[in-house]
């Protein structure tokens, strides 16, 4: 079965999906850097958005602050082991970032100890790297609604480093993961969203070039044995628009 064949058809209208949402043009955008932890996680967040920018020209850069060397999954079936599990994903960054028309630059902390890092030693080194791309847009994880530890750790980094920025600060957009209703509770309603229908092949094809990560996700897709309603939202909604939240501002607590 091919990636067309997984994808949903594309809706004529979006209008339920990113009602009351700003709608971001990527294409008008001065710079784009995205800010996270893992290799993939810019795939499933942000491809979207990020192959749009770098259609027009614009520059797109994926901060990425691991290997991903950590990962419990090695391929279906498994074709990487922990000795060689750098070398595979910063392969398949690589890939991924060239389907999005991206560069890449990485931070090298170590995978899943992000959290043990200082916030503030980290804020200092993507500070660094915003003050000499000057994006006007930086996404990243929304800190505490992002499921993985390492994800919330570079969440609030980024955060810390965009406030610690000169005015007019770039605009901050965060992804939030995990039940849709618990987030809507805990945050209200997400405020900024992008239209990918014209390149979600693209973000299709950045998600397959993680194999190592995707690999199984592809397999039951095309088998048609997806049960899990988390991925069929995600196939429905996320191959159609990237919806964030706006993070300037807004209050993040450090964690004790």
């Not at 919330?152 to 955060?159: E, F, I, V």
């Not at 007019?168 to 309603?189: H, I, M, S, W």
């Not at 397959?208 to 995707?214: D, E």
Request: glycine share 6%.
């Amino acid at each position: 079965m091919s990636a067309v064949s997984i994808l949903p058809p594309s809706p004529e209208r979006i209008d339920h999906l990113v009602e009351g949402m700003t709608l971001l043009d990527p294409s008008a955008e001065r710079g784009i850097v995205v800010s996270l932890p893992h290799p993939d996680d810019e795939s499933f967040s942000s491809a979207g958005t990020m192959a749009l920018a770098s259609d027009a020209g614009v520059p797109v850069t994926y901060l990425c602050g691991t290997f991903g060397d950590m990962g419990r999954r090695m391929g279906s079936p498994f074709f990487a082991n922990r000795e060689s599990m750098r070398d595979v994903r910063e392969r398949e960054l690589a890939d991924a970032c060239t389907i999005l028309g991206a560069r890449y630059e990485l931070l090298g902390m170590r995978d899943r100890m992000v959290e043990f890092e200082d916030p503030h030693e980290v804020a200092t080194r993507i500070r660094a790297v915003l003050e000499r791309l000057d994006p006007s847009t930086v996404i990243t994880f929304y800190p505490g609604h992002a499921v993985h530890p390492d994800h919330d750790a570079m969440g609030l980094a980024t955060h810390l480093a965009v406030a610690a920025l000169p005015d007019p600060k770039p605009r901050l957009l965060a992804v939030a993961v995990g039940d849709r209703e618990q987030l809507r509770a805990a945050l209200g309603p997400q405020q900024v969203a992008v239209d990918i229908r014209t390149v979600r092949q693209r973000k299709l094809g950045a998600l397959r070039a993680h194999r190592s990560q995707t690999e199984m996700m592809f397999q039951r897709w095309e088998s048609e044995r997806d049960d899990d309603e988390q991925m069929r939202a995600y196939r429905e909604e996320n191959l159609t628009v990237e919806r964030f939240y706006r993070l300037n501002g807004v209050a993040i607590p450090l964690p004790r």
